[in-house]
């Protein structure tokens, strides 16, 4: 009985959370958005078995790049993040992440990038300086931008965002699950 309770306090704890990161967000708090996005994913990672936040089906005994309960705070859920965007772009089939891509082939290829530089270094600091950024939405830029004819892929898990876009009118093309879309990938 413990157990079931402490599951439903956990999860109206969530919504809870998710409520106050609408609230923030709809009265133009982003960094504090931001922060609270980490406490509930800090939340459901201590209670789930360390599930990953960005694929559910894993835990951290599963997933390699999975961190550890111990290890929650604002600066690892950062990197969690940054490492599930790696994930969404690594070589279809092939071998590595995009860091390895990045600063090998990519790095000798194009033969202007200082060997003391590396791709990715910046990551944590460019998030932390765009905190403010995250939360925000940005539907009305990204419209603008494909009427002006830019052609944009958006990493993104809700399907429901770029519904958006045809609220703010017909330009932006987007037809979900056809080739002869246009601009939208």
Known sequence: MASRHRTLWVH??????AEQIKRQI??????????????????????SNSVDFYNFLLDSGMDPVSLTASELSQQIAIKRYSRYLNSLRSTPGGEGDLDSLMNGEIKKKLKIIPSDVQWGGQSDLVFNA???????????????????????????????????????????????????????H
């Not at 109206?12 to 959370?17: E, G, S, T, V």
């Not at 004819?149 to 056809?178: C, D, M, P």
Request: with cysteine; charged share 30%.
């Open 12 to 17: 109206r704890f969530c919504d809870a959370l």
């Open 130 to 184: 765009l905190e403010g950024d995250f939360m925000r939405p940005r539907i009305q830029e990204v419209d603008e931008l494909l009427a002006k004819g830019v052609n944009l892929t958006i990493y993104s898990g809700q399907v429901g965002w770029a519904e958006k876009f045809l609220e703010h009118g017909e330009k932006s093309n987007v037809l979900w699950g056809r080739k002869d879309h246009k601009g939208l």
């Open 26 to 47: 709809d009265a133009g708090k982003f960094v504090e958005a931001t922060d609270t996005w980490s406490q509930l994913e800090d939340v459901i990672s201590a209670s």
